[in-house]
């Protein structure tokens, strides 16, 4: 049965205490069906793209089964452990024979392709051997393909029990702690090109006890901006090693990169009581979300590298926005909530959730965008596998965003809610029961459609406690049982509580329009739409007129809901012009290119 | 002694004859201290650099001198040709002991690196050996180097009369043409992924009469865009290899490539007589310059790709605008003018020549940009090494643009003037002597500072002929003579000239503001500063407010010349706020970043 998404060992230094996914669940509403699709259609299908793109090819013939050589780019084993952790979790929502036996199977191919000192990359044993182990650490991702391992085996312990993979991801990491670390250790003083091995040695160290891993992810985190790839001849900026991770006070270079680090980090300054380095991550985010995100929540502002940009450089056009870099920005909001009961951190979970994250997914489920432009062209021409000139794909050269948001779905329940010594926290807001060890809360709702929310409590103990509500700083006028109260803050409802008490949360969702910050010179002049967490956008498909052409006029913006529109929409009107005054109709902007590619903008010209 | 540019054979199709560098001399003026400087400065420090990077090494080792293994990028010959040119040019024009000794003693050194059949491309020699050659011939640039060698000769045989280069070009050449064509004729169906041996081939078809170098040239003009690159596995756009030359609408892809093909495809519409192709190319300029070109007429909107970007996608601060592609544009611009008398291509070659290009290159004349943003912000981050964020560097890692500066500025003079039956046009106007087979022309002018240009006649034949004078399009209230002439157009003054008649052209250099289409997102509610062809910027270093946040407001805008300032620019001052009222000043466009690298934009939001 599953257990709590985190071990209470390992949070004991944290703010508050995440709440595992078999007792945070996800019942209906916005997100239900979306679960729904990733487990029938994603799931199935991202198998099958497995297969056709060679990544299980590989791992069999490390494993000794078949002949031939490795296919693919040298991160292809991640691909697969991104998929078994989506299968573990949602196996954990879901229980199913056949999902048990997909991941069985796999684990066994994965655990004979594994080395007997515990070294595991199929792509490197195929290609290079014993010998080419490590020597090209910068672009080979053996540490990031041995996080993502480590990632699946502890969803795959939490939610089915089995410890076939996490043997495999033990003897993995106790082979990484012999191998790196100081020279002076006689150990490789190297890291991996592409970090998310901290956060994984973090999560194993938590599921385990076993601090060396810990110590080790300790390791990596402080060796990163001391050189090390400057000396392999690499300019750093990229690979986020130019500074000390806690000497810096930006993001920059490749976006999923920087913010994997810092997630990583996170849980490192969290688990050793680091204040110094947290502190610096909390800098590092703030600058982040003040000049480096787009109004989606969306990460990165360059093609050239897909990185981050300088400060303000936002391009809608050509925003990168990986997919990846809203799941990694996410990950790294949620752990600065979990450090620190911030509610702007929750509120950028939301933001990049609704937005910059969901735009990556289909509708069915199981279409994907690599990259998230603001504003699209409507004669805009693809050059590339992972262009959004393409419409939504089933899968891309370079496979990284897709398993990455069906693991981030059948996971999303743990983002709801925490608890603390004498309350607990509601984050996000979705149909869903939670159930702590002595409380069960259950929320309804329709958000983000509706501002209504109810909580009743379902079970409580007799002593007091508080319920902790997120005000979303947008929320002008919102109210907890009537009552006033401000945004931006969590509303604490104290009291003695009995069976069958409700609370009734209500969030104004009114349309508004937002600007950006004037040196963000991109957008100069326009406005974006906004209601409640969702980021509008306006489509071709919606309008006669020329959207490349569009200006938005100042009038009033209507709201309504249209069931038969993209699976369900509230939609947004309001006037604008071409060369004569038209209707501008807005959609949500996770739900563009849904009905083919057109053009697109977030971010409409005032006329 | 110098001989034409072109030989009479060459131009027989040409609607204008182009005069060679011997005949065509800039005097003095704008351009005479900047073709100095590249001749004192530049062209031997190039040699220095290209000493220390290892291009000569190279080429040595190919020489059987030395030992040892080839180093730098596989185009590291063609920088060498590319500095070769531009001495033969620089010895057109000034000849010394030193620049032929330079010459021959480096052209000792190809010939002897060149293969018994032919061949030569030094580092496949060192790297792959014979059974390398054309290989990867979509990355090998071997074409592209036989190319700029090729070119290298003809200035060199031209300029010089030696023929030491020039027999090499023919050797590799002739092997060329024996071994590239249809397969069906036993030879290899490919092109090079870079172009500019189509240019080249032309040329030695002018400068020898060979019509085979013709013949090849056409066949790879039109080998492109057939699918030859995708067969290689590539996704074609990037190569200007998705459609046929003939049937393309626009240029796309790398932006070098692209320009450098359409000029060679102009070369071979030309010679060949070939009008389908050449209006195919007209309408190709045309979209560029409406849609992919900045104001300063630098060209490629995308670092990723070092691209042309979708239409109307130009984003000032990640402008890539290589100094390269305004240098290929030039070159397009030129042959296209030579194609058609159409003034709208010496227009373009003006704007390019002014801005995108000559910002490439320090007042100093050895430190270049190859990146030529239109805004550059106070924090902006260097993470690559051809970053503008470094500032002017003495050289690059890929240092195409450096040499390529040269030999543009060595040649320069090619570009003021042409001569028809009965006409002698002039393009652009600088201190110069024009001589033609019948006429002298001495134009005195302090353009672009002050607009007026005095053309005196000091040798005419007694029949009557005409003087034709570009009116740029800018020009409105021109006037010859006194008497008013239409922008946009050649003035035409026709007679019988005595000698000593003096034609006085007026352009009138009125600072002016001009605003991009609506459709360019980019740099909406901003404004750019003109005067004459020249672009302004507004640069940190003159102004104590942050150029980041100022705004201009609608007010007289003063032009006067300091001749104290960057040697010598008329400024432009106008009123601009950031909170508070405050003096905006101007500096041409081509001289930012000169001292010192902070915070430039040429678009400014207006108030």
Not at 122 to 148: F, I, T
Not at 267 to 289: N, P, R
Not at 414 to 425: F, R
Request: charged share 20%.
């Amino acid at each position: 049965m599953p257990k709590d998404q985190l071990s209470p060992a390992a949070t004991t230094r944290a703010v508050l205490q995440p709440i595992g996914l078999g007792r945070a669940r996800i019942t209906g509403g916005f997100w239900a069906p979306r679960q729904q699709r990733n487990a029938e259609n994603a799931i199935p299908s991202g198998q099958d793209q497995l297969e056709a793109a060679g990544n299980l090819h590989n791992l069999r013939l490390a494993a000794g089964i078949g002949e031939g050589e490795a296919i693919g780019p040298v991160f292809a084993d991640s691909d697969v452990y991104k998929w078994l952790e989506a299968v573990a979790w949602e196996y954990g929502r879901n229980p199913s024979e056949d999902l048990l036996r997909r991941q069985r199977e796999l684990t066994a191919v994965v655990a004979a392709a594994q080395r007997d000192d515990g070294y595991l990359d199929s792509v490197v044993q195929l290609r290079d051997g014993d010998e080419g182990r490590y020597q090209k650490l910068v672009w080979s991702h053996e540490h990031y393909c041995a996080g993502h391992l480590i990632q699946a085996a502890v969803a795959q312990v939490r939610c089915t029990g089995d410890t076939a993979l996490l043997d495999v991801a033990v003897k993995l990491a106790d082979h990484l702690v012999a191998t790196f670390g100081e020279t002076a250790d006689g150990k490789i003083r190297d890291v991996d090109g592409h970090p998310v091995i901290e956060m994984a040695l973090v999560e194993l160290y938590r599921e385990t006890g076993t601090t060396a891993y810990l110590d080790l992810a300790r390791w990596f985190v402080e060796a990163r901006g001391r050189g090390i790839i400057a000396d392999h001849g690499h300019e750093p900026t990229y690979f986020s090693d130019r500074r000390p991770v806690r000497e810096a006070t930006t993001v920059e270079g490749h976006a999923v990169r920087a913010v994997y680090l810092a997630a990583g980090a996170t849980d490192v300054a969290v688990e050793t009581g680091d204040t110094s380095l947290l502190d610096a991550l909390k800098g590092q985010f703030a600058h982040m979300w003040a000049t480096k995100t787009y109004v989606t929540g969306g990460l990165g502002a360059r093609w050239d590298g897909e990185a981050f940009g300088d400060e303000y450089e936002l391009p809608p056009d050509r925003a990168y926005a990986e997919t990846c870099a809203a799941i990694g920005g996410i990950q790294w909001a949620h752990r600065m909530l979990l450090a620190t009961n911030d509610p702007f951190y929750a509120d950028a979970v939301e933001r990049m959730l609704y937005n910059g994250f969901l735009a990556g997914v289909s509708l069915k489920g199981s279409e994907y965008f690599y990259v998230n432009p603001l504003q699209h062209r409507g004669n805009a021409h693809a050059d590339n596998n992972s262009s959004p000139a393409h419409g939504r794909r089933g899968w891309f050269d370079c496979a990284c965003c897709p398993p990455n948001i069906m693991r981030t779905l059948a996971s999303l329940d743990g983002y709801l809610a925490t608890t603390s010594e004498d309350a607990v926290q509601l984050h996000q807001y979705a149909e869903s029961t939670i159930t702590t060890d002595s409380t069960e809360l259950h929320v309804e709702t329709n958000y983000p459609w509706d501002g209504a929310i109810r909580i009743t409590v379902a079970k409580t103990p007799s002593t007091p406690w508080a319920l902790a509500l997120r005000i979303p700083a947008w929320a002008d006028g919102a109210t907890v049982n009537g009552k006033p109260v401000d945004p931006g803050q969590y509303a604490r409802v104290e009291q003695t509580w009995t069976p069958g008490d409700t609370v009734d949360l209500h969030l104004p969702l009114t349309a508004r329009t937002v600007t950006a910050a004037p040196r963000v010179d991109a957008v100069r002049g326009c406005v974006a739409l906004e209601r409640g967490p969702l980021v509008y956008a306006v489509e071709q498909a919606d309008h006669e007129a020329n959207v490349d052409d569009l200006h938005l006029v100042d009038a009033p913006i209507t709201a309504h809901h249209d069931p038969n529109l993209l699976d369900g929409v509230t939609v947004l009107t309001t006037q604008g012009r071409v060369d004569t005054p038209t209707e501008i109709k807005a959609i949500p902007y996770y739900a563009w290119a849904n009905r083919g590619i057109g053009a697109m903008r977030v971010w409409l010209p005032r006329a």
